[in-house]
């Protein structure tokens, strides 16, 4: 666990450097379109280092969300299909990179949509669910992007605050609890970030 170790001082050191809040957005931004890892250690890293900026951090966490649920969603109205029913050469190259993302559950997705709608975007949003499945699946079916607009921003920004308002209000004995337990939460980490995988298809 030495590298996770090694990683987690790494990202706390973004707190004091004017690059932080930029590594934040660029990291929360793909998130939501494209890559597989969440944004929530970053911020929580940045917050223990710097607990004034806690709210300032969860806003640039959920505005950055939503941007980048608007580029996920674009990514499938736009460039998802090579035709009505066959996958374009970017959207297999999807289905390769994102983990647990298969032909399969995109489809099963679309019948999420039409029993759940909204609540399956907020689901998404504030949970450890894989985002990017729902908002490039929003766009490629052509589910109301002020919907998703919508279920973004309250579940984003429900789940960063919330995320920001615990380390700002418990810093420093979560930041004690982090350094005691370290191992162990990044395994917990990594079983939680397959876990949203798994989730989705229990639920489908």
């Known amino acids: 666990m030495n590298i996770f170790r090694k990683l987690y001082d790494w990202v706390l050191s973004w707190a004091n450097s004017p690059y932080g809040a930029i590594a934040l957005f660029i ?7 494209f890559f597989p ?6 911020l929580i890293a940045l917050i223990l280092g710097m607990q004034s900026k806690a709210f300032r951090y969860a806003g640039i966490c959920t505005i950055s969300s939503v941007l980048g649920a608007v580029a996920g969603y674009l990514i499938g109205h736009y460039i998802w299909w090579s035709s009505p029913s066959e996958f374009s050469s970017l959207a297999n190259f999807f289905f390769d990179i994102i983990p647990g993302f298969t032909h399969e559950l995109f489809y ?3 019948g999420m949509y039409e029993k759940w709608d909204f609540w399956v975007i907020f689901t998404a949003g504030f949970t450890p669910i894989p985002f990017k499945v729902f908002t490039i699946s929003a766009g490629a079916f052509n589910i109301s992007v002020i919907m998703l607009l919508v279920a973004s921003l309250i579940s984003r920004g429900a789940r960063f605050f919330l ?4 380390i700002w ?3 420093e004995s979560i ?4 350094d005691k337990y370290f191992n162990l939460l990044a395994i917990g980490f990594t079983v939680l970030l397959v876990g949203g995988f798994v989730l989705i298809k229990y639920l489908v």
Request: glycine share 4%; net charge neutral; aromatic share 14%.
């Open 169 to 171: 209000k418990y810093g």
């Open 108 to 110: 099963n997705v679309q």
């Open 175 to 178: 930041k004690a609890f982090i």
């Open 163 to 166: 995320v920001a308002w615990l």
């Open 37 to 42: 890892i969440p944004p929530d250690p970053l």
């Open 27 to 33: 990291l929360s931004f793909a998130e939501a379109s």
